[in-house]
Nanobody, 124 residues
Framework: QVQLVESGGGSVQAGGSLRLSCVAYGYTDGLNCMGWFRQAPGKEREEVARIYAGGGSTDYVDSVKGRFTISQDNPKNTLYLQMNSLKPEDTAMYYC?????????????????WGQGTQVTVSS
């Protein structure tokens, strides 16, 4: 089992920055992929970014490319999401997720473990 605990959300003005953190507890050896998702009221959960174990390759949704950076500190079992140049449309609940799954990972259903979420609000 893996427990994920997010922190770092808050309220900022457009153009500002936030850094989200996600600490993983439990059996973290063998986790293949970790990611950040977000969900705004009335909208589906959207994958924002993911990072793979080993080589650390990353992937981002187009709307955040060049503004957000996903990274991880393995000794601290911590995943980060640095968010710069924030826009009002980035407002959402942000969730950390992790999976042991190998092979193709297509979306939220492929992630086994989820945090409780941290709210990000960007005002114009």
């Amino acid at each position: 089992q893996v427990q994920l605990v997010e922190s770092g959300g808050g309220s900022v003005q457009a153009g500002g920055s936030l850094r989200l953190s996600c600490v993983a507890y439990g059996y973290t050896d063998g986790l293949n992929c970790m990611g950040w998702f977000r969900q705004a009221p009335g909208k589906e959960r959207e994958e924002v970014a993911r990072i793979y174990a080993g080589g650390g390759s990353t992937d981002y949704v187009d709307s955040v490319k060049g503004r957000f950076t996903i990274s991880q500190d393995n000794p601290k079992n911590t995943l980060y999401l640095q968010m710069n140049s924030l826009k009002p449309e980035d407002t959402a609940m942000y969730y950390c997720a992790a999976t042991y799954r190998r092979g193709i990972i297509t979306g939220p259903a492929d992630f086994d473990y989820w945090g409780q979420g941290t709210q990000v609000t960007v005002s114009s």
